[in-house]
């Protein structure tokens, strides 16, 4: 039970001990009146001075209930205390004046019973001991001597029945109407805790299922995060999306999950293609259930058509299942649009064998693992697609290569240069030659000495100059007069170098281009602007020649103005062609 709760039953008690407290006192005081006339009647015998002794205490206590129960502002712990204290006080004072035969047992008793209604359990406890203990010395104090009774001494039998049985009846009242009021108070008390019990089982369940809903959520976040971190890094497009399928179905299969298929769209754009499945049946081997026609009687099918996910909780067994290529058993379906950049690729097919396991919370969830799916597989794609592009570009630029270098070299007149040291002679051994053969015919780098067959010792590091996988020369070192054992530094160094002269000469060779198609354009439109500043046909034709002979070095340049073709054709004696009508 809350402490809230705990609160409202403590509060309904007190409220109900109030309510008992009031009508004792109430109750008390107007019975009181009627009790002490009886008594008053029962004292007819006795003299005037005996009847007030024996009065006195009555009407004190009287007196007292009186004030305990108009007073408002006393406090309610008080009033209880007053009432308790005057209980005792009348079964003392009974017990006094009628001896064992007199009420006092009767309003000692109730002592314990209005305690335990007005303070609790332990103050009913203490309040039935000391009327235990009241009672066995009276009885003690009686038997000795020690006490005489008044009231019973001229009392008649009738009178003494009237006493016994008002002083009865009285007590009775009163605790029954204690225990009613309790009894009401506790019962009130009681339904409050149940409904309190109740209300906190309801939130306890409540809180269970936002507890699994919270673990479930969690679960699907983390198998969304490894799913997305696993295929975003991959480029080879059926690897990912075989991957995609069983990293989703093992991450979600302790929800339930049995089956995972990937749906790509065909070229028409009619037809979704079965690519990965993983699960209880795998891919299917024919290749008419490897696709389906987009239609809204699948839920693939659907989802694609309306770009928004759609969610299948309950299949019977003897009915037409929607579900696309479901696996046996499969009772429940997510299918899930592929969605990249404003475009639907696809969809995700998600079974259950299970009913309704999938939640409408569920769709955020898995629609965001689908979204990085398809973000995966686009970018895939777009990297296939670039690679090919890419791969198509290298082998033009590889194939423009040889061509272009030709004329480079056709319009250079270096294509070669040596540096020796000072004092050492420049010659082309004939091992040297070979090395250079081996170099641009394999494309690596070659590190030789001299044969037994030379008349001197010599050694040779040559390195291929590579440009897009194509030789373009050679780089050599000779050592002509020494043998020499080349080291890995001296080659990688060798190597490094040669790459960045291959680059240099090529960048040279790009920036010469550049240069000339610059030049010509400049040409061509100075050209051009001074053809059309005039408006004479005749200097427009001297300008053009004049012009392009000075740019071209021609010696001789002409323009001719041969007319339409068809005038052509009747001076030479042709019948021109026509299309068309007649």
């Known amino acids: 039970m809350s402490n809230q709760s705990i609160s409202d039953w403590k509060s309904t008690v007190e409220q109900h001990r109030t ?10 005081v107007i019975v009181g009146i009627a009790g002490i006339a009886l008594l008053y009647a029962l004292l007819s015998n006795n003299s005037n001075t005996g009847k007030l002794i024996a009065l006195a ?18 406090d309610d712990r008080y009033k209880a205390f007053v009432l308790l204290v005057v209980t005792y006080g009348l079964g003392v004072a ?104 109740r209300q906190l089982q309801a939130q ?81 081997s024919s290749e008419a259930d490897q696709r389906m026609e987009l239609s809204e009687g699948s839920a693939v099918g659907w989802c694609i058509v309306h770009e928004k996910a759609h969610m299948i909780l309950s299949m019977g067994r003897d009915t037409d ?25 696809g969809a995700l097919s998600i079974q259950s064998g299970k009913r309704t396991t999938f939640e409408g919370t569920d769709l955020a969830v898995l629609q965001m ?39 480079l070299l056709a319009a250079r007149s270096i294509s070669q240069a040596d540096y020796s040291q000072p004092g050492i ?13 081996k170099a641009a015919i394999r494309g690596e780098t070659v590190a030789t000495t001299s044969g ?36 890995g530094d001296d080659i990688s160094m060798a190597e490094t170098i040669a790459e960045q002269v291959s680059l240099t000469i090529d960048n040279l060779r790009l920036f010469e281009q550049i240069q000339r198609r610059a030049t010509q354009e400049r040409l061509v439109s100075e050209i051009a602007s001074r053809v059309r500043a005039s408006l004479d046909p005749d200097t427009i034709l001297k300008t053009t020649v004049r012009e392009l002979g000075r740019v071209l070095g021609a010696q001789l340049t002409a323009v001719e103005i041969t007319g339409p073709i068809e005038a052509r054709a009747d001076s030479l004696g042709l019948e021109p062609s026509w299309e068309g009508e007649g």
């Not at 929607?322 to 690729?345: F, Y």
């Open 19 to 28: 309510v008992i407290l009031k009508q004792l006192l109430a109750g008390a």
């Open 57 to 74: 205490p009555f009407v004190a206590a009287w007196f007292l209930l009186l004030v305990a129960w108009v007073w408002r502002g006393l």
């Open 94 to 197: 009974l017990f006094a004046l009628g001896g064992l035969s007199g009420g006092g047992r009767m309003w000692l008793l109730l002592l314990p019973v209005l305690a335990f209604c007005l303070f609790g359990f332990g103050a009913g406890v203490a309040s039935g001991t000391m009327s235990i203990l009241t009672c066995g010395l009276f009885v003690l104090a009686i038997n000795r001597g020690w006490v005489n009774p008044q009231i019973g001494e001229g009392l008649t039998d009738s009178a003494s029945l009237l006493y016994q049985a008002g002083s009865f009846l009285v007590v009775a009242m009163a605790a029954m109407s204690a225990l009613r009021s309790f009894h009401h108070g506790w019962q009130e008390s009681l339904a409050i805790s149940s409904l309190a019990n």
């Open 204 to 284: 306890s369940d409540e809180l269970k299922e936002s507890r699994e809903r919270l673990g479930r959520r969690a679960s699907q976040l983390q198998a969304t995060a490894e799913i997305t971190h696993a295929v975003s890094s991959m480029v080879d497009l059926d690897k990912l999306m075989i991957d995609a399928v069983h990293q989703i179905c093992g991450g979600l299969g302790p929800m339930g999950v049995d089956h995972v298929s990937l749906f790509l769209l065909d070229e028409t754009q009619q037809y979704a293609e079965l690519k990965a499945a993983a699960g209880r049946v795998g891919r299917p």
């Open 321 to 345: 299942s929607p579900l696309a290529l479901a696996a046996p058993g499969a009772r429940s379906e997510i299918a899930l649009p592929l969605r990249s950049r404003g475009n639907i690729l």
């Open 369 to 407: 693992m689908a979204d990085q799916v398809a973000v995966a597989i686009d970018n895939a794609r777009l990297f296939s697609e670039t690679e090919a592009a890419l791969r198509e570009v290298q082998v033009l630029d590889i194939h423009s290569v040889g061509p272009t270098w030709k004329e």
């Open 425 to 437: 002679e420049s010659r082309e051994d004939h091992f040297l030659s070979e090395a250079r053969q």
């Open 452 to 487: 037994l067959a030379d008349d001197v010792d010599g050694a040779a590091l040559v390195v291929p100059l590579k440009l897009r996988e194509q030789i373009i020369g050679t780089i050599a070192l000779h050592e002509t007069d020494h043998q020499r054992q080349w080291t």
